[in-house]
């Protein structure tokens, strides 16, 4: 990678940014004028080099979605202008920002990424990263790991390992791993900082990821040991949700009754203020379903629960910080919403996984793992044409469901996050 760029860079970055309107009705004209143009002396040339920065931010922050890839090649300066606070706030006023729901998936060859963009074309784009390149490595199934975002970078979270992934160029970093190993644990990031707990046998440890230091670092104890737990995070509070008993915390003196214990985990959430330092008061989901998914947006805590024959889906009012408008009654509130349009007296098992995350005011359901036509033929049902990779979207203004694309074939047991970019 060369340190400053040619004008060809500039002609090229010009094109990208301000296309000729007249292009269409003189093609011939517009070929001769750009060959006319990279012949000139180079006395007579602008280069890139030339431009300061604040005119160069400008100018990638019309660079298409597409090309950013692109742009980070170029020079080592525009690799570092990618990475700067102010090109993401200068495409953000330029619209060229989206909510764009990202799917990995890993296999022996290498690390899968699907992309769904929302008000863009409404399909699903694959990019394939080999093993080779993907730092020292992922290993195991993502359903085990869990998957945050903070801005563009996306943090892939395994059981000792992580890596960046850049939502811009789909570079892949490797980044420290966590103290304590963990499998199917909550993850959340609040102001900057990733927080993650549960999933460990031996520790009951809250743990916070500083992106800056590349460091993790023990911040608080959680009241409760989970596996398979589910995190979110609103207003300043990590919600550590569902999952089953794993170990013993320090807090339980004493001992619940086998049947009680898990209920108790599998249908509550714990919530750790992170700039008072300490735990909030836990909270019990409503009608005591088991916590199969859950994701946050504008305020609320979206929990989808399954009971012996049914699923509902319940919305949790996390707002502490502004408690008017938008609905619901003040912080700690639930509210049942409207369940997704799935098969009546479906009863989910290990086979069968969704994941949530938030899509501006929305909620997109996406099931990772298993075929609900499966469960069907189990139990002696008709199919419904419900195959692996089923997307839902919850539209919370409107309280309707609608289908999206499925998931590409080659994404399976896969986990999901949703980020600007």
Known sequence: MSESCHSR?????????FPNPQQHHHPQAQVQAQDQALHLPISHQTTISSLPDDLLLECLSRVSSSSLPSVSLVCRRWSHLLSSPA???LRRRNASIYHTVFVFSVTESGLFAATLRFGHAYSWRTNFI?????????????????????GRGIYIIGRREMVRYDAWTGAVTARAGMVFPRKKFAAAMVAGRIYVAGGAARTSALEEYDPVSDKWSVVAEAPRRRYGCIGAAVDGVVYVIGGLKI?????????????AEAHVYASSMDLYDVEARGWLRSRAVPSGGCVVAACATAGFVYVLTSHAVELSFWRFDARRKATTGGGGGGFGEWCRMKSPPLPAQVRLDSSVRFSCVSVGDAVALIQVTGCIDDLLRRSGRSTRGLREGLVLIYDAAAGEWSRGPDLPEVIRRAACVSVEC
């Open 9 to 17: 860079h500039f002609t090229w970055l010009m094109k990208s940014c």
């Open 247 to 259: 170990g013993a915390s320090e807090s339980e003196v004493v001992p619940l009754a086998s049947g």
């Open 87 to 89: 090109l993401y706030d």
């Open 130 to 150: 080999p093993a080779g390149d993907c730092g020292e490595g992922f290993r195991g199934p993502l359903s085990h790991s869990r998957i945050s975002a903070i």
